[in-house]
């Protein structure tokens, strides 16, 4: 079990801020994949990776990094503090 | 070194007072105040979201660069998320060194971090709706140079 988390337009497009998934993913853009086959939301939000980013157990990944031990997943829009 | 991340209001007065004074071979304190700004007019509020855990763990982990790149005998972040009014404070942060470029360039690595790299998204809410702000690509840019 992995927990996947939402955060900004991201969290608002999806209509969840947080859920727990079983997956098989490999990698993060598998599970984007498998993510986008589910359900229109999903797609509408991940439709530009590009404009996006994760995290892995609270550190910064790329979508090529495996999932292999992984607790916690993030995906947001780039960040904008200060 | 102190790190807050908080929804309530802070006093930078009070937070400045004082600040990295005491410490042996401090000759330069730098403290910065980030206000939130009503650029369009209209702007009612905004709206911080933030990733809990892992904010304080990113700032933390830039604290910690930014005291061992420029010796700092003291720093202090603090920022806010929930509903904010325009005009109001949004975070500040303060740096203490042995000297003015230190303190200086500590504050400036702070800030271009903050802006980029610290989990958190500001939405602003005005008369013509509610809009997520965009990250700017100057601010990914000014990560360069450090």
Redesign the interface.
């Given at each position: 079990m992995i927990d996947v988390?939402y955060?900004?337009?991201v969290?608002e497009r999806i209509g969840l801020p947080r859920e727990r998934l079983e997956t098989s993913a490999a990698t993060v853009a598998d599970l984007v994949a498998e993510l986008m086959a589910r359900e229109d939301r999903y797609a509408a939000a991940f439709a530009d990776v590009s404009a996006l980013r994760v995290?892995l157990d609270?550190?910064?990944a790329s979508f090529a990094a495996p999932l292999k031990g992984v607790r916690e997943v993030?995906f947001?829009?780039?960040?904008?503090?200060? | 070194m102190r790190v807050r991340i908080q929804s309530a209001p802070f006093d930078y007065g009070a937070e400045c007072a004082g600040f990295g004074l005491g410490g042996a071979g401090v000759g330069a304190v730098v403290t910065f105040l980030g206000v939130v700004r009503d650029d369009r007019g209209g702007l009612s509020r905004m709206e911080i979201e933030h990733y809990p855990g892992m904010t304080e763990k990113a700032i933390a982990a830039m604290a910690e660069e930014a005291v061992g790149r420029w010796s700092l005998a003291d720093v202090l972040v603090i920022h806010r998320h929930g509903t904010l009014q325009p005009g109001e404070p949004i975070m500040m942060v303060a740096t203490a060194a042995r000297h003015r470029k230190a303190a200086f360039a500590a504050a400036e690595f702070l800030m271009d971090y903050l802006k980029s790299r610290a989990p958190f998204w500001k939405k602003e809410i005005g008369a013509d709706g509610a809009e997520w702000v965009a990250a700017k690509d100057e601010d990914e840019d000014a990560l360069g140079r450090w």
């Open positions: 988390l955060f900004a337009w969290r995290a609270q550190e910064l993030a947001f829009p780039p960040m904008t503090g200060g | -």
